[in-house]
């Protein structure tokens, strides 16, 4: 009998022992989750696919994050629940976050991007000066050509001119600069594939590339949304009936950094791939990045007969169906006469 009790005392001090043990590892993550980090300054971790704590904690630990024992982690990623819940992703800490914290984030795919926003009627040498702001990210595009650039997205031979899209775009902190462009570039191909596709019969456009054209020249003629149809309008009938564009802004692409502000007449004279004052159909590329209402306006134009348009000052046009018409209106708003 004597055996027996001591050997139920060793059972019950070992349980207690153990019990005691477990709630002072409890406390011991109880208050480690809430601690406040200590960071010299943000810290920014990496999380690949496939990637666990077990992968992830040596990262954090690389980042500066220095604070707990392993076992704490894990034993607060268990009651967090975290197991398969860590998203791919770049994540940035801050001094003051709590590992609580920090898990919460992983878990949530919180991540940290940098975003960047195509303009509509922007063109490629702007939307390159915008892109060197973007400090965050690796600069893989200064010093390159733009037909390097282009190569570099794997589209050796393609002028850049008009084909990204306009939208807002994110790449994570850890990506580089051209990885913006092939998001910008992809989602052109497809707008341009659909508004190609579910085009309007009968259009005097013989390829995506062209109403890509038309489409950037809608784009930059004006910035009410509800005219680019009707601006469509009047450039497909003028292509139909053999007339010359004779529209500013591909003259003003032409002109390049010599553009000060006007047009001259010497500028209306100079014969130029551009100078659609002097030659017939469309330039031979685009003349900024159309957004995807000038795709759709140049795939669906407003019918209708005018051919000649003219600007009233306050954003909007005044459309003519005869040349004397036109006159009128340019006297109008142009000369105020």
Do not use: C
């Amino acid at each position: 009998m004597a055996r027996k009790s001591r050997w139920r005392k060793s059972i019950f001090l070992i349980a207690l022992l153990a019990a005691v043990l477990t709630l002072f590892g409890v406390l011991r993550v109880r208050d480690f989750a809430q601690a406040p980090l200590q960071l010299p300054a943000t810290a920014m971790v990496t999380v690949a696919k496939g990637d666990g704590l077990n992968r992830v904690l040596p990262k954090l630990r690389s980042a500066g994050i220095t604070q707990g024992w392993d076992w704490q982690w894990k034993v607060l990623a268990l009651q967090m629940q975290m197991a398969g819940r860590i998203h791919v992703g770049d994540y940035e800490f801050s001094d003051g976050t709590t590992p609580a914290g920090v898990l919460a984030k992983l878990a949530s795919g919180d991540t940290a991007r940098v975003k960047f926003t195509l303009v509509e009627g922007r063109s490629f040498r702007q939307m390159r000066t915008e892109l060197a702001t973007l400090s965050e990210l690796d600069d893989d595009l200064t010093g390159k050509s733009d037909s390097e650039i282009m190569a570099l997205l794997d589209r050796q031979g393609v002028h850049p001119e008009g084909r990204f899209l306009p939208d807002t775009y994110f790449v994570p902190k850890s990506g580089k600069r051209s990885d913006l462009l092939r998001q910008a570039a992809e989602a052109m191909d497809a707008a341009l594939a659909e508004s190609w596709n579910g085009r309007d019969s009968g259009l005097p456009l013989k390829s995506p590339e062209e109403l890509l054209t038309l489409a950037s020249i809608v784009e930059k003629e004006t910035g009410k949304a509800e005219e680019r149809p009707q601006i469509a309008g009047v450039f497909v009938r003028r292509l139909q009936k053999g007339m010359r564009l004779e529209t500013d802004p591909t003259v003003i692409y032409g002109i390049g950094d010599g553009y000060d502000g006007n047009i001259r007449k010497k500028d209306l004279q100079t014969v130029t791939p551009y100078n659609t004052y002097r030659m017939h159909g469309l330039p031979p590329t685009p003349i900024a990045m159309p957004g995807r209402a000038a795709l759709q306006a140049a795939a669906h134009p407003a019918p209708g007969d005018a051919l000649f348009f003219v600007a009233t000052g306050d954003g909007g046009h005044v459309f003519s169906a005869t040349y004397e018409q036109h006159r009128k209106a340019v006297s109008t708003y142009q000369l105020k006469r």
